[in-house]
């Protein structure tokens, strides 16, 4: 389909065009560009990059990561103006979109040597940086579906999935409301409650207390379901 390049790295398809990141072989030097799915002359979206390597699209745009350049950045399937979504203080690495975010995965490099990493997302329109999960061994790899996000910890031999809202940490559980069994603690019956959940999750929470009385015993389980 094309020939010629100076590094090409991944690349993602639409109905219509394979859209790809050419390395380059220097500082500014490589390049993001699409090329018909039955052949042709590649068309250059975006140049002057420095180590562009993985790349997701969406309806609209082509996103991709500047590995050496440290960004997360976006450029319409049509080419024109680049926009920066991450300028980070590591390596930008592997990404995934959905309808609202960009997930990307970090490295830390010490002595040419990926020594740890992170998961981070950020608005498909730019804005806060927020950290998933922190201190992976060499994350690498990405998969999204509605939830979750899938990936590789390379050098713990690991794959993992983590919430797209980042670690769920149960703070505090506050009964608001018995909907099931209010009069009384009966023998074999659950009470079921309505609850108020503070927690770190940033999207919605599910969580049950399930409490039988047995004999003059109240077992109590509880636990956060997303």
Known sequence: LASGLDGPRDLAVDDSYVYFSDYGSGTGTGSIKKVSKSGGTPTTLASGLTAPYYIALDEDYVYFAEYEGSYVKKVSKNGGSVTTLVISSNHCYTLAVDED??????????????????????????????????????????????????????????????????????????????????????????????????????????????????????????????
């Not at 804005?127 to 899938?150: K, M, R, S």
Request: aromatic fraction near 10%; avoid cysteine; glycine fraction near 10%.
């Open 101 to 226: 975010y960009v997930y990307f995965m970090e490295h830390i490099i010490q002595d040419h040597q990926i020594v740890g990493g992170n998961v981070k997302k950020t608005p498909k329109n730019g804005g806060n940086v927020e950290i998933l999960q922190e201190n992976q061994n060499y994350p690498a790899g990405i998969e999204i579906d509605i939830d979750f996000i899938y990936y590789a910890e390379v050098n713990a031999g690991n794959i993992k999935k983590l919430s797209k809202g980042g670690d769920l940490i149960i703070q505090s559980v506050e009964p608001i409301q018995v909907i099931a069994n209010q009069k009384a603690l009966v023998k074999d019956k659950e009470t079921i409650m309505r609850i108020n959940v503070t927690s770190t999750f940033k999207g919605n929470v599910w969580a049950k207390i399930r409490i039988t009385y047995n004999f003059g015993q109240t077992y109590i389980e509880n636990g956060p379901y997303g």
